[in-house]
């Protein structure tokens, strides 16, 4: 039970809304060719953290649904199985599990850009934006439904923009 409040604390979904930015912004700088050898390093390191973070997350939901395969088979959790899929992929390969070289490359770019998604967790309801305002330290009262419409199609559009560069750097690529 105190694994559910705790995941249920909206100063969490915060914490996980800003670890999906950060994560979209290393997925991209990956994508560069002419990276400092450094920098690709903190970048794959980065996004290895972040992707553990969020198996762990997943696990723990899926957990306190009792293992259910209706947990399973939500958008949301469809939508985080994917995301996660590409660091479970790579644990896999290193585990000595044949992996298809395919894979192993940028092709799961795009699974791992649909965890901007995520952030659409945040915006199910009106209680439950209000709770995110609150642990953004903005007062919920003076949030209106309005402000949640206009979140709700940023939040589209933005993750429109990142899946389509995604889709058209696997295509150059």
Do not use: C
């Not at 709770?131 to 940023?154: H, V």
Request: aromatic share 8%.
């Amino acid at each position: 039970d105190s694994h559910r409040q705790f995941l249920a604390m909206p100063v969490i979904e915060v914490n996980l809304a800003l670890l999906v930015v950060v994560s979209s912004f290393l997925v991209g700088l990956g994508t560069l060719q002419s990276l400092p050898p450094t920098v690709a390093m903190i970048t794959k390191n980065g996004e290895l953290i972040i992707s553990a973070i969020f198996t762990i997350e997943y696990a723990m939901r899926w957990a306190l649904s009792g293992f259910s395969a209706e947990y399973v088979i939500q958008p949301l959790a469809i939508i985080d199985l994917g995301a996660i899929l590409p660091g479970l992929i790579k644990i896999a390969s290193a585990m000595g599990v044949a992996v298809p070289p395919s894979l192993m490359g940028g092709a799961l770019i795009n699974l791992r850009l649909l965890r901007i998604l995520r952030l659409q967790r945040v915006l199910v309801d009106y209680d439950t934006f209000s709770k995110f305002e609150l642990a953004l330290g903005l007062n919920p009262s003076d949030a209106r439904p309005y402000q949640l419409q206009l979140a709700r199609i940023i939040i589209s559009i933005f993750t429109l923009l990142s899946v389509t560069a995604g889709l058209i750097y696997s295509a150059e690529h």
